[in-house]
């Protein structure tokens, strides 16, 4: 049986952390027990290049780029993930949002 709850992992840059962080919430994923809006972040250095067809919001066509963006880590049940990666989407600014989900053991049974 697949697990009840996910962690969503989204890497955004300084700029738009908080947008993301508020939809997130509002959403309904970072839920834990009491508690609302729960997240974790690190700060890191994106890089990419953006190619031919690309519209970036950073950076040019052709040209490495490197970026200060957060790595936003929440959890979320799964009957809201789309919702939620919905939310992220219409926040985020670029065309192409790297994001990766993780399934979490059964949480509640622990």
Request: charged residues 30%; proline residues 6%; hydrophobic residues 35%.
């Amino acid at each position: 049986m697949p697990s009840k709850y996910v962690k969503i992992v989204v890497y955004v840059p300084e700029s738009h952390t908080d947008v993301v962080r508020e939809v997130v919430g509002k959403a309904g994923a970072g839920k834990l027990g009491n508690y609302s809006s729960c997240s974790f972040s690190t700060k890191g250095i994106g890089r990419f290049k953006p190619e031919q067809g690309a519209n970036p919001h950073i950076g040019e066509v052709g040209k490495p780029e490197e970026v200060a963006e957060e790595r936003i880590e929440v959890t979320c049940s799964r009957e809201k993930l789309k919702e939620v990666m919905k939310a992220i989407k219409e926040v985020h600014p670029y065309e192409e949002v790297a994001m990766d989900v993780y399934p979490l053991e059964n949480i509640e049974n622990l």
